[in-house]
């Protein structure tokens, strides 16, 4: 079919990382280094690690931060690979909102708070721009694409927001589309593929761990 990518049509995996207490807490994380995989997202790495060696990755880039970091050892130790860290995967540095709970947040600037919940972070004091977070997570993706030859796939392992926005900037759409998509689940990931005249499509988006074992309490 014309509309199918060929045998030697590149792939990108964006892959968010494992959950964090401060997920579970629904505590902003931004780019503190704090907060580690908890025992739920140590299970979502390890399920999903297999899943992505079977898509036969050549390189995986991920964050430098140490949640992004923990989720890619897994990935590390089940395809044989060895990781690039590039800071430009970290997550938004959300400034001084950074480390609160949203309960927190809503109590300290309800009405910024009600716009950082819509996606709308411009403006939120001391933090990245979303075009800022968007070009430098778009040029890392590109770099990574360009380092692929025909036919191989490249996974990114990154954060939830600013995979969003930076998504959306490597496709070349408006950043305003990034309000409009889902919240990538922990470990749920987007997958990308390369059409001859086409450029790059979305082939999946949000898909999680096809299974995630129950840790125990």
Known sequence: MSGEPTAAARRIVLLRHGRTAWNAATRIQGQLEEPQLDELGRAQARAVAPEVAALAPARIWSSDLSRARETTAELLAATGLVATYDERLREFHLGDRQGLTHAEY???APEEFAR????DWAGIPGAEHPEDAAKRFAAAVQDLTS???PGETGVAVSHGAVTRVGLV????????VARGLGALGNCARVELVEHPGRGWTVAAYNLPPAQVPTPIS
Do not use: H, S
Not at 116 to 119: H, Q
């Open 147 to 149: 380092a692929l030859a």
């Open 106 to 108: 809503r109590e300290l």
């Open 116 to 119: 950082f919940r819509a996606g």
């Open 169 to 176: 900037a490597f496709l070349g759409w408006p950043l305003e």
